[in-house]
Nanobody
Framework: ARLEESGGGLVEAGGSLTLSCVAYGSIFSIYHMNWYRQTPTKHRELVAGITGGGVPNYVDSVKGRFTISRDNDKNTVYLQMNSLKPEDTGVYYC??????????WGWGQGTQVTVSS
């Protein structure tokens, strides 16, 4: 079982990116999935989450700018990021929310997002 994140890159402030995370090796739809962000100065922090049925939630700093979605047929969770800011820079990871149902996956390699000012 593994997770593969992709879609990161270098963008200017105000730009957009869409991240994808494909889950392999397990039933996907039962898990509440989260996107996390890690920077050199911070622990890995929660950015957004989505229930198995598609109900999203966001931290305040990304509300109105980021949209999380999922396609259970493709075992994929997405993070559409608009109006990016330099403080959104970091390595983005997805994983199951351990507070709901711990998933079978370890951490993937993540995908780097760099927003220049």
């Amino acid at each position: 079982a593994r997770l593969e994140e992709s879609g990161g890159g270098l963008v200017e402030a105000g730009g957009s990116l869409t991240l994808s995370c494909v889950a392999y090796g397990s039933i996907f739809s039962i898990y509440h999935m989260n996107w996390y962000r890690q920077t050199p100065t911070k622990h890995r922090e929660l950015v957004a989450g989505i229930t198995g049925g598609g109900v999203p939630n966001y931290v305040d700093s990304v509300k109105g700018r980021f949209t999380i979605s999922r396609d259970n047929d493709k075992n994929t969770v997405y993070l559409q990021m608009n109006s990016l800011k330099p403080e959104d820079t970091g390595v983005y990871y997805c994983n199951a929310d351990p507070k709901w149902t711990p998933g079978p996956w370890g951490w993937g390699q993540g995908t780097q997002v760099t927003v220049s000012s």
